[in-house]
């Protein structure tokens, strides 16, 4: 008793509650830092977890559409560039898949797929590259794997919707993964990978850009034309372009120099817009218009995508744009982006390209991108075709049921132009664009086409 009234008599000294207090002031300052410092470190650890698991879907993606690829080639040259391909991108999907925080059986199925696929794809395109032609039992072993890949794919984009949803977090998954896991891959067979495992084991590839949108960016500026201007003829210009009886006021934002298409860029205030910022860009040589993009609230669409088409084909002529041919869209937000393609007697020009954005309540242009165009655009000397349109079909594969067909050039990886012959078809229920060499009868490429509600996309 004596001892507890010693205490509280000495807690009566001003200096040791003070010191008490300072104590106390410590403690709580370390239990607020620490768990700042534990927050920081969830948040990091919960953008790397996000940024691993987004590259996997990417590569997993890319894994499916080369696989859909594989299936339809019919030489063994691009046999063999699709499957290293699909070698490359499965390779790189277990890269990501290793840094996500989850163990469970159902990933460990995940990772021996990927690698299963790696392997086998590797081993066909070596026998492609010796000019040998796939079996009907190896192309039945890529149609299962690309089955079992969409199953993956849907299964991975389910996951990612209940993340960016909130139902689902990665400490649930780190905490509970086998049975988090487990759910949200239900609906791919146990028995899926094990069916055909006997096979591996003695085995040792502006918004929307579209197809060929990745053009050519030459030394040469082949549609840049014309003597270098002033910024206040860019000025002229870019009025113009957008209309007089809409610009309330532009002002120069600055002169980007640094790049090998130097611009004047100036942003644009728009009669009757409130809070409106246009921003348009007009090359130094030539004044050509580069890029012009702004947003607006889209009250209800009323105007259909035939009719977008149209406006876009008529808003490009009246610039200077002629002969433009409508290829691939996407619809986001009330707006379309829309890729036209130059076309030079019947023969669609991919490299020419120039993007378009429509309002779809009014049928206003919102924007627009021409660098493909400025690249490469000039009046080609079309050579005459070897391979006629039914001996290309020749080289198609039989399984191909042909939608369209058409002449086209295409940009290559290596910087050059080919002429080809465009099929347009539909196997089972996936539809491709295969190119035929017009001069060497060779398949030059293949692209997927993904129909959405919202557009037409190719990878």
């Given at each position: 008793m004596?001892?507890?009234?010693d205490?509280?008599n000495?807690?009566?000294?001003?200096?040791m509650?003070?010191i008490?207090?300072v104590?106390?002031?410590?403690i709580i300052?370390?239990g607020?830092?620490?768990y700042?410092?534990q927050?920081?470190?969830r948040?990091?650890?919960?953008?790397?977890?996000?940024?691993?698991?987004?590259e996997?879907v990417d590569?997993v993606?890319n894994v499916?559409?080369?696989?859909?690829?594989?299936?339809?080639?019919n030489t063994?040259?691009h046999g063999?560039?699709?499957?290293?391909?699909?070698?490359?991108?499965?390779n790189l999907a277990?890269v990501?898949?290793s840094?996500?925080?989850?163990?469970?059986?159902e990933?460990?199925?995940t990772?021996?797929?990927l690698?299963?696929?790696?392997?086998?794809?590797?081993?066909l395109?070596?026998?492609n590259?010796?000019?040998?032609?796939?079996s009907q039992?190896?192309?039945d072993?890529?149609?299962?794997?690309?089955d079992?890949?969409?199953?993956?794919?849907?299964?991975?984009?389910q996951?990612s919707a209940?993340?960016?949803e909130?139902?689902?977090t990665?400490g649930?998954?780190?905490?509970?993964?086998?049975?988090?896991?487990?759910?949200?891959?239900?609906n791919?067979?146990k028995?899926?990978?094990s069916?055909?495992?006997?096979?591996?084991?003695e085995y040792s590839?502006?918004?929307y850009d579209g197809a060929f949108?990745?053009?050519?960016t030459?030394v040469e500026?082949?549609?840049?034309?014309?003597?270098?201007?002033?910024?206040e003829?860019a000025?002229?210009?870019?009025i113009?372009f957008i209309?007089e009886?809409?610009?309330?006021?532009i002002?120069?934002s600055?002169?980007?120099?640094?790049t090998?298409?130097?611009?004047f860029?100036?942003?644009v205030?728009?009669n009757?817009?409130?809070?409106?910022?246009m921003v348009?860009?007009i090359s130094?040589?030539?004044?050509?218009?580069?890029?012009?993009n702004?947003?607006?609230d889209?009250?209800?669409?009323?105007?259909s995508?035939?009719?977008?088409?149209?406006?876009?084909k008529?808003f490009?002529?009246?610039r200077?744009f002629?002969?433009?041919k409508?290829?691939?869209y996407?619809?986001q937000?009330?707006i379309?982006?829309?890729n036209?393609a130059?076309?030079?007697?019947?023969v669609t020009?991919?490299?020419?390209l120039i993007?378009l954005?429509?309002?779809?309540d009014?049928?206003?242009?919102?924007?627009?991108?021409?660098?493909?165009?400025?690249n490469?655009?000039t009046e080609?000397?079309?050579?005459s075709?070897?391979?006629?349109?039914?001996?290309?079909?020749?080289?198609?594969?039989?399984?191909?049921?042909i939608?369209?067909e058409?002449?086209?050039i295409?940009p290559?990886?290596?910087k050059t132009?080919?002429?080809c012959w465009?099929?347009?078809?539909k196997?089972d229920?996936?539809?491709?664009?295969?190119?035929i060499?017009?001069q060497?009868g060779?398949?030059?490429d293949?692209?997927?086409?993904?129909?959405?509600?919202n557009g037409?996309?190719?990878?």
């Amino acid at each position: 008793m004596n001892k507890l009234i010693d205490w509280k008599n000495r807690l009566k000294d001003r200096h040791m509650l003070s010191i008490i207090v300072v104590l106390f002031t410590i403690i709580i300052a370390m239990g607020i830092w620490i768990y700042k410092k534990q927050v920081d470190f969830r948040r990091t650890s919960e953008n790397q977890y996000n940024m691993a698991f987004f590259e996997l879907v990417d590569y997993v993606q890319n894994v499916e559409t080369y696989l859909a690829k594989s299936l339809i080639s019919n030489t063994p040259e691009h046999g063999a560039e699709t499957l290293t391909n699909v070698w490359k991108e499965a390779n790189l999907a277990q890269v990501y898949l290793s840094k996500l925080p989850i163990s469970s059986v159902e990933l460990e199925k995940t990772a021996k797929f990927l690698n299963q696929v790696s392997d086998y794809s590797y081993s066909l395109s070596r026998k492609n590259i010796k000019n040998e032609s796939l079996s009907q039992e190896e192309l039945d072993n890529l149609k299962e794997l690309h089955d079992y890949s969409v199953e993956l794919e849907n299964t991975l984009n389910q996951l990612s919707a209940d993340m960016g949803e909130g139902r689902i977090t990665w400490g649930e998954l780190t905490q509970k993964g086998e049975i988090a896991f487990a759910q949200e891959v239900s609906n791919i067979s146990k028995s899926s990978f094990s069916n055909i495992e006997e096979n591996f084991h003695e085995y040792s590839g502006l918004i929307y850009d579209g197809a060929f949108s990745e053009h050519i960016t030459s030394v040469e500026k082949k549609g840049l034309t014309g003597e270098n201007i002033n910024e206040e003829k860019a000025k002229e210009i870019a009025i113009k372009f957008i209309g007089e009886d809409k610009v309330q006021e532009i002002s120069l934002s600055g002169k980007s120099e640094n790049t090998d298409m130097p611009t004047f860029d100036f942003n644009v205030k728009i009669n009757g817009e409130k809070d409106s910022n246009m921003v348009i860009s007009i090359s130094e040589k030539g004044g050509h218009i580069v890029f012009m993009n702004y947003n607006r609230d889209i009250q209800a669409e009323s105007v259909s995508q035939q009719r977008a088409d149209e406006i876009g084909k008529e808003f490009l002529s009246s610039r200077g744009f002629q002969n433009m041919k409508e290829t691939y869209y996407l619809k986001q937000d009330g707006i379309v982006t829309i890729n036209y393609a130059y076309e030079q007697d019947g023969v669609t020009i991919y490299p020419d390209l120039i993007k378009l954005k429509v309002a779809l309540d009014n049928g206003e242009i919102m924007g627009i991108e021409t660098t493909g165009y400025l690249n490469s655009h000039t009046e080609r000397n079309i050579e005459s075709v070897k391979i006629t349109k039914e001996q290309a079909k020749k080289n198609l594969n039989p399984k191909l049921q042909i939608l369209s067909e058409n002449l086209a050039i295409i940009p290559t990886e290596w910087k050059t132009e080919v002429l080809c012959w465009e099929f347009k078809g539909k196997v089972d229920e996936t539809e491709f664009l295969v190119y035929i060499n017009a001069q060497t009868g060779e398949e030059q490429d293949i692209l997927v086409i993904v129909n959405t509600p919202n557009g037409t996309l190719t990878h």
